[in-house]
C-alpha cells in the first residue's frame, strides 16, 4: 500500500484522492490498539511527518498538533474532520 501522504496537494487539502488518502490512514489509527505506535512507524517513513512528530516531543496534545499544523496550511480543522469522517 502506497503512502497516502506521499500525494497530499496542499493547494486543496479537501479534494477527493487527498482525502481518500486521509480516510485510509483515520480508520487505520482509530482501529488501531496502539494509534501513537502505528503514527510513530508513517513519521519514521515519511519526512513530512517530522514536524509534528518534534511537535508532540515538546510536549503538545496531539489535537493540539492538529489544529497548529491546519491554522500553518490556512485549513479550517472542523471543516476538515466533517470531510475526513462524513459527519
Known sequence: ??????????????????MSGFRNIYQML?????????????????????PAMNMLRQGMSPEQVFNSICQQRGINPQDFLRNLTGK
Open 30 to 50: 482509530t482501529s488501531s490498539r496502539n494509534p501513537m505506535q502505528l503514527f510513530q512507524q508513517y513519521a519514521a517513513n515519511n519526512p513530512a511527518l517530522q
Open 1 to 18: 500500500m502506497s503512502n497516502p501522504f506521499n500525494s497530499l496537494n496542499p493547494a486543496n487539502p479537501y479534494n477527493a484522492n487527498n
